[in-house]
Structures are given as C-alpha cells and as structure tokens.
C-alpha cells in the first residue's frame, strides 16, 4: 500500500497542504481539461496536472483523488492553497514533467512494466 505520505517522500515533492497523510493513493490519472477529469479520475488517484485555478480543487474533492501534484514547477496561489485546506485535499507540487511523475508513480503502485503489458497483448492477439 502506498500512502500520500509515502508518495510525498518517494517522489521528492514539495507539500503545501496535507490532510490526510494515511491517505491510500490506489492510482493516478494525469489531465488538465478539468471536465474530462471528473468524468476519468477516480477515488484514490493520484492527479498530477498543470492547472492551478480555483477550479482544481473543485475536481479533486468531487473525484476523492488521494492528492494534487501540479508538475513542471507550477506553483499553487494564496487562493488555492486555502481551498485546499478548507476542503481537505492534499495539494503538492514538483518540477519534474508530468510524463516522468505518471511512470513514477505507476511504479511505486506496482504497475506492470511495459514488458508485462506487451506479452499480455501478444498472448490477447493470439488468441483471437
């Protein structure tokens, strides 16, 4: 089981707000059209995207993500941080690309490597 905290930890990130530091992160879904997301994100996800309005944490609460990360060194305003702290979502940041973070982070949850996912499409293909 990975943990916010333990997510926090492993990919260097920089907290600004953490409510829930046992939250369990069960996935990720990386986006930035905040409409598409609340339609694909899913309870526990890790959301990593560039946006940094308001909106975000909006989406966050309405998806139950686990956390925020907004990647390539975007930086939560004044406004953002308190929603974040007034709806409990935990919002961090990093300045690695949002490409590099998702494969981290589908990593650390244990997620076949591209290996595994090609020899399964193989096995589906000759199957057919």
């Not at 890790?46 to 975000?56: K, L, Y």
């Not at 305003?77 to 998702?102: D, H, Q, W, Y």
């Amino acid at each position: 089981m990975i943990t916010a905290q333990m997510l926090e930890k492993e990919l260097g990130l920089k907290r600004f707000v953490m409510c829930d530091d046992s939250r369990e992160v069960t996935g990720g879904y990386a986006g930035d059209l905040l409409s598409w997301v609340m339609g694909r994100a899913t309870s526990g996800d890790a959301w990593v995207t560039i946006m940094s309005n308001i909106n975000v944490i909006a989406v966050a609460q309405l998806t139950d993500v686990a956390l925020v990360i907004l990647a390539e060194g975007v930086v939560p305003g004044e406004e953002l941080i308190a929603a974040a702290k007034m709806r409990g979502v935990n919002l961090f940041s990093s300045t690695a690309p949002t490409f590099e973070l998702c494969g981290r982070i589908h990593r650390l949850l244990g997620a076949p490597d591209c290996g595994a996912i090609a020899e399964a499409d193989d096995a589906y293909s000759a199957a057919d």
